[in-house]
C-alpha cells in the first residue's frame, strides 16, 4: 500500500533525524555524579489485572511480558543487563494503586513500570511517576486525556488510545455506509465510554452532518443484562450501532444481540474486544480489538509478527489478544530507547533522564510495524479495521477480517498541541 510504504518511510526518516539531533545536542549530565553504574539487573513491575474482570482481558500483555524477558535475556538482555520482572495485579482502588506505586519504586525499588489498563489508574500514577521520578509505560491505557491535560517527564504511552480508535472507526463506517442515515451508541457509562462515543459521533456529524442520532444509551461498567437496551434499538434501527464495551459485558451483548437479531439490523461497530468475542460474532459486524494486529500487520509478510505469533502460540497454546501486542510495544519501546541512549554516551551506562531523552522523538519498530513516539510522549500508529468474515486462518487460527482499511497514524491522531474535539471541529464538512 502506497500510503503505508509513505508512512514507513517518515518513520524512518524521524528515527534518523532523532538520532542525528541527540548525537549532536545531548549534553553530559550536569553533576559527574549523575553517571550510572551498569546495574546487574533492570527490575521492571508489571501491572496488569490478575483477578477480577479485567484478569481474561489483561492475561495476553501478562504472558506476553513474560515471554519477552525470556527472549531479551536468552538474548544476553539489554546491552548486557538482564531482565527482572515483578508481576502485580491491578485490581483494586484508584488510591490502592498509588499507594502501591510507590511501594513498588520506594521499597522494590524498580527501575521502571509497565502496566496500567484502567484509565482511572494510569491518570493517578502520572504525576506520581514525575514526583517520584521513576520511568512509567501505559501499555494499555486508552483515555486520551492522559497527555492533552496533563504534561509529564516520566510517563509514556506506547499503545494507541480513544481518538485514533473512534476517529478510524467513524472513517471506516463512511466508507462502507457512504450513506449512512442514522447512528446510534451503547456504551458503559463511564470515561472511556463517553469520551469514545463522543469523538464517534463528532467525527461522524462533522463529516456527514445530515445524519441523525437516534438513541444515546449508557449502561453500568460490565453490565451483563441489555434486555431494554436491545429492546429500544430494535425499534429505532439504527444503520450504525457503536461500543466500546468489552469484557464479561461484550459477552453478555454479543449473546443477546445475536438471539435477538440486533447484528442483522445494524452494521454493529466494536472497537474493543478479545479473539474469543470475535470468534463469537457473527458475519459482518465491524471489529479492531483496538487494532487487529494479528492481521496486520500481515504475518506472511512482516518476520517480526511471524515470530511473535509462533513463539506465543508454542508457549501459551493459543493466539495473544490485542493486549499482548500493546505490551510488546511497550517492552520493546523501553528496549529501543535504553539501547539508544547507551549509543548516544558511546557504551556508557545511561540514566534514567538519558533514557528518557532517547525515547522521546524516536521510532521503533515492533510486531505490528514501526511505532513513534511524540515529544508529548504519546505514540502514533497506524489504525486499521475490517469485518468479521465468519472464517478462521488456517495456519494462526484467528479470526478473518475482511474489507480490511489501514488509516495512517497521521490521520487518525490529534496534531501535537491541538485540542482533540478542535482538533475535529476544524475539519471541512462534506457535502
Same mark, same amino acid.
Given at each position: 500500500m502506497k500510503t503505508e510504504m509513505r508512512w514507513h518511510r517518515f518513520y524512518g526518516a524521524l528515527a534518523l533525524l532523532t538520532l542525528v539531533v541527540f548525537a549532536v545536542v545531548l549534553s553530559v549530565?550536569?553533576?559527574?555524579?549523575?553517571?550510572?553504574?551498569?546495574?546487574?539487573?533492570?527490575?521492571?513491575?508489571?501491572?496488569q489485572f490478575l483477578s477480577g474482570a479485567g484478569a481474561p482481558h489483561d492475561a495476553s500483555a501478562v504472558n506476553t511480558a513474560k515471554l519477552l524477558a525470556e527472549?531479551?535475556?536468552?538474548?544476553? /538482555?539489554?546491552? %548486557?543487563?538482564?531482565?527482572?520482572?515483578?508481576?502485580?495485579?491491578?485490581?483494586?482502588?484508584?488510591?490502592?494503586?498509588?499507594?502501591?506505586?510507590?511501594?513498588?519504586?520506594?521499597?522494590?525499588?524498580?527501575?521502571?513500570?509497565? %502496566?496500567?489498563? =484502567?484509565?482511572?489508574? !494510569?491518570?493517578?500514577?502520572?504525576?506520581?511517576?514525575?514526583?517520584?521520578?521513576?520511568? #512509567?509505560?501505559?501499555?494499555? !491505557?486508552?483515555?486520551?486525556?492522559?497527555?492533552?491535560?496533563?504534561?509529564?517527564?516520566?510517563?509514556?504511552? #506506547? =499503545?494507541?488510545?480513544?481518538?485514533?480508535?473512534?476517529?478510524?472507526?467513524?472513517?471506516?463506517?463512511?466508507?462502507?455506509?457512504?450513506?449512512?442515515? #442514522?447512528?446510534? /451508541?451503547?456504551?458503559?457509562?463511564?470515561?472511556?465510554?463517553?469520551?469514545?462515543?463522543?469523538?464517534?459521533?463528532? #467525527?461522524?456529524?462533522?463529516?456527514?452532518?445530515?445524519?441523525?442520532?437516534? /438513541?444515546?444509551?449508557w449502561v453500568k461498567f460490565l453490565a451483563?443484562?441489555?434486555?431494554?437496551?436491545?429492546?429500544?434499538?430494535?425499534?429505532?434501527?439504527?444503520?450504525?450501532?457503536?461500543?466500546?464495551?468489552?469484557?464479561?459485558?461484550?459477552?453478555?451483548?454479543?449473546?443477546?444481540?445475536?438471539?435477538? /437479531?440486533? &447484528?442483522?439490523? =445494524?452494521?454493529?461497530?466494536?472497537?474493543?474486544?478479545?479473539?474469543?468475542?470475535?470468534?463469537?460474532?457473527?458475519?459482518?459486524?465491524?471489529?479492531?480489538?483496538?487494532?487487529?494486529?494479528?492481521? &496486520?500487520?500481515?504475518?506472511?509478510?512482516?518476520p517480526g509478527n511471524r515470530a511473535f505469533l509462533e513463539a506465543y502460540k508454542a508457549k501459551f497454546g493459543k493466539m495473544p489478544d490485542y493486549t499482548g501486542t500493546y505490551m510488546a510495544q511497550a517492552i520493546l519501546g523501553l528496549k529501543a530507547a535504553v539501547e539508544r541512549a547507551v549509543r548516544i554516551k558511546g557504551g556508557a551506562w545511561p540514566t534514567t533522564e538519558e533514557i528518557i531523552a532517547a525515547f522521546e522523538s524516536s521510532g521503533y519498530d515492533t510486531p505490528r510495524g514501526p511505532v513513534f513516539i511524540r515529544a508529548d510522549h504519546q505514540a502514533i500508529t497506524d489504525s486499521m479495521w475490517g469485518l468479521t468474515s465468519g472464517k478462521i486462518d488456517p495456519v494462526f487460527g484467528y479470526p478473518v477480517l475482511e474489507k480490511m482499511r489501514v488509516f495512517p497514524a497521521v490521520q487518525v491522531n490529534t496534531p501535537l498541541g491541538m485540542k482533540t474535539l478542535d482538533w475535529i471541529d476544524s475539519w471541512p464538512s462534506r457535502k
Amino acid at each position: 500500500m502506497k500510503t503505508e510504504m509513505r508512512w514507513h518511510r517518515f518513520y524512518g526518516a524521524l528515527a534518523l533525524l532523532t538520532l542525528v539531533v541527540f548525537a549532536v545536542v545531548l549534553s553530559v549530565p550536569r553533576d559527574a555524579a549523575m553517571a550510572a553504574a551498569k546495574p546487574e539487573r533492570l527490575k521492571i513491575a508489571i501491572v496488569q489485572f490478575l483477578s477480577g474482570a479485567g484478569a481474561p482481558h489483561d492475561a495476553s500483555a501478562v504472558n506476553t511480558a513474560k515471554l519477552l524477558a525470556e527472549k531479551i535475556n536468552a538474548d544476553g /538482555g539489554i546491552d %548486557g543487563v538482564k531482565l527482572k520482572l515483578l508481576i502485580v495485579d491491578e485490581a483494586g482502588s484508584t488510591a490502592d494503586k498509588v499507594t502501591e506505586f510507590r511501594r513498588l519504586v520506594q521499597d522494590e525499588k524498580v527501575d521502571a513500570v509497565i %502496566g496500567y489498563t =484502567s484509565s482511572s489508574h !494510569c491518570l493517578a500514577v502520572a504525576p506520581v511517576a514525575d514526583e517520584l521520578k521513576t520511568l #512509567t509505560i501505559s501499555a494499555i !491505557c486508552a483515555n486520551y486525556r492522559l497527555f492533552e491535560q496533563g504534561k509529564y517527564k516520566y510517563m509514556f504511552r #506506547t =499503545s494507541a488510545h480513544a481518538v485514533s480508535e473512534n476517529v478510524s472507526a467513524a472513517l471506516y463506517v463512511l466508507q462502507m455506509k457512504p450513506d449512512l442515515k #442514522t447512528i446510534a /451508541g451503547l456504551n458503559y457509562d463511564y470515561a472511556y465510554g463517553r469520551d469514545s462515543w463522543e469523538i464517534f459521533k463528532r #467525527t461522524i456529524l462533522k463529516l456527514k452532518p445530515d445524519v441523525k442520532v437516534v /438513541g444515546e444509551l449508557w449502561v453500568k461498567f460490565l453490565a451483563g443484562n441489555y434486555s431494554a437496551e436491545i429492546s429500544k434499538l430494535l425499534s429505532v434501527k439504527p444503520d450504525v450501532i457503536h461500543s466500546v464495551n468489552w469484557g464479561a459485558g461484550l459477552t453478555a451483548l454479543i449473546k443477546q444481540g445475536k438471539t435477538r /437479531g440486533l &447484528f442483522d439490523k =445494524s452494521l454493529v461497530v466494536f472497537t474493543t474486544g478479545l479473539l474469543s468475542q470475535a470468534k463469537a460474532l457473527p458475519k459482518g459486524v465491524a471489529f479492531s480489538g483496538r487494532g487487529y494486529h494479528l492481521q &496486520f500487520s500481515d504475518p506472511r509478510k512482516n518476520p517480526g509478527n511471524r515470530a511473535f505469533l509462533e513463539a506465543y502460540k508454542a508457549k501459551f497454546g493459543k493466539m495473544p489478544d490485542y493486549t499482548g501486542t500493546y505490551m510488546a510495544q511497550a517492552i520493546l519501546g523501553l528496549k529501543a530507547a535504553v539501547e539508544r541512549a547507551v549509543r548516544i554516551k558511546g557504551g556508557a551506562w545511561p540514566t534514567t533522564e538519558e533514557i528518557i531523552a532517547a525515547f522521546e522523538s524516536s521510532g521503533y519498530d515492533t510486531p505490528r510495524g514501526p511505532v513513534f513516539i511524540r515529544a508529548d510522549h504519546q505514540a502514533i500508529t497506524d489504525s486499521m479495521w475490517g469485518l468479521t468474515s465468519g472464517k478462521i486462518d488456517p495456519v494462526f487460527g484467528y479470526p478473518v477480517l475482511e474489507k480490511m482499511r489501514v488509516f495512517p497514524a497521521v490521520q487518525v491522531n490529534t496534531p501535537l498541541g491541538m485540542k482533540t474535539l478542535d482538533w475535529i471541529d476544524s475539519w471541512p464538512s462534506r457535502k
